[in-house]
């Protein structure tokens, strides 16, 4: 399987370090520059094309994101935002002062609006569900891209939090056999 993830473009709470989680943000207004880089990454999503699925969290970010990108994406809630409890509305800080190391080193111990367990089974659920496809493109979020990539490489969660995920920057990764994945 190719997957190519794009994380959505940036909302007013991402500008301003604030997490979201769950909460149903839109994006930003769109500046010239991610015009410019929406145009850069249509062409590479171009040469990577055809898609036997385009797909997008239940999240609007997500999907304003796909549509700029001119895609009418399926919803999938697998790929919904890690929920980040009573962190979210407040400053990713917060977070990082209250799990500091722990949130870098062992995230899976953690349990927020919902466990890190709880992520890893949706990310091993949707393995399960499209892994027998060729190619997808995938719209997402920074935690949840980031938990991906570390699953697929390491097969837990234990070092998503020490990958960076830019906004609209399409990673694209070959899958052939995931270190882990549960049925």
Request: aromatic share 10%.
């Given at each position: ?34 015009q410019a880089r929406i ?59 209250h799990f500091g190391k ?82």
């Amino acid at each position: 399987m190719q997957i190519t993830l794009i994380r959505h473009l940036p909302t007013e709470w991402n500008k301003k370090a604030v997490l979201q989680g769950r909460k149903n943000i839109s994006i930003s207004d769109i500046t010239t520059e991610h015009q410019a880089r929406i145009m850069k990454n249509k062409l590479l999503l171009q040469e990577n094309a055809p898609y036997d699925l385009v797909l997008a969290s239940s999240l609007r970010r997500t999907q304003q994101t796909a549509k700029q990108y001119d895609f009418e994406p399926l919803v999938e809630t697998l790929l919904d935002e890690l929920d980040f409890g009573i962190y979210e509305g407040n400053p990713r800080q917060k977070l990082l002062d209250h799990f500091g190391k722990q949130w870098m080193e062992n995230p899976e111990t953690i349990r927020l609006g919902e466990s890190l367990l709880t992520l890893e089974e949706r990310i091993a659920a949707f393995l399960k569900k499209y892994l027998s496809y060729k190619n997808i493109l995938l719209f997402g979020h920074g935690a949840w891209i980031r938990a991906f990539l570390s699953y697929v490489h390491n097969g837990n969660l234990s070092d998503m939090n020490k990958r960076k995920v830019r906004f609209n920057d399409p990673v694209i990764m070959n899958i052939n056999n995931a270190k882990k994945i549960t049925y």
